[in-house]
């Protein structure tokens, strides 16, 4: 079993920067991802990091200004978010999967509960 707690999300002005933070704790994690969906919109990948390795990809549309990196320890995974627009406000979402270095939702088996991330023009 895999428990993941999201913290970090709030109201933050386009042009800003926000740090989501996502502690986790369990066994059998390859991949460690963040999705996020808006209202009246599917869910999206936003970007992963593999557990061993540290491989990074992203979504085209947070590419440059969003950074996911994890902690030494390997129990808390962090999104750290640059440049918002408000098309980036969204419910967002840490997520932990058993295959290595997926970006489908559908291969990740644990989900946080969502932190909001309000971005204002």
């Known amino acids: 079993q895999v428990q993941l707690v999201e913290s970090g999300g709030g109201l933050v002005q386009a042009g800003g920067s926000r740090r989501l933070s996502c502690a986790a704790a369990?066994?059998?994690?390859?991949?460690m991802g963040w999705f996020r969906q808006a209202p009246g919109k599917e869910r999206e990948f936003v970007a992963r990091?593999?557990?061993?390795?540290?491989?990074?990809y992203y979504a085209d549309s947070v590419k440059g200004r969003f950074t996911i990196s994890r902690d030494n320890a390997k129990t808390t995974v962090y999104l750290q978010m640059n440049s918002l627009k408000p098309e980036d406000t969204a419910k967002y979402y840490c997520?932990?999967?058993?295959?290595?270095?997926?970006?489908?939702?559908?291969?990740?088996?644990?989900w946080g509960q969502g932190t909001q991330v309000t971005v204002s023009s």
């Open positions: 997520a932990a999967s058993k295959y290595s270095g997926s970006i489908d939702s559908r291969q990740y088996d644990y």
């Open positions: 369990g066994r059998s994690i390859y991949t």
């Open positions: 990091i593999t557990w061993y390795g540290s491989n990074t």
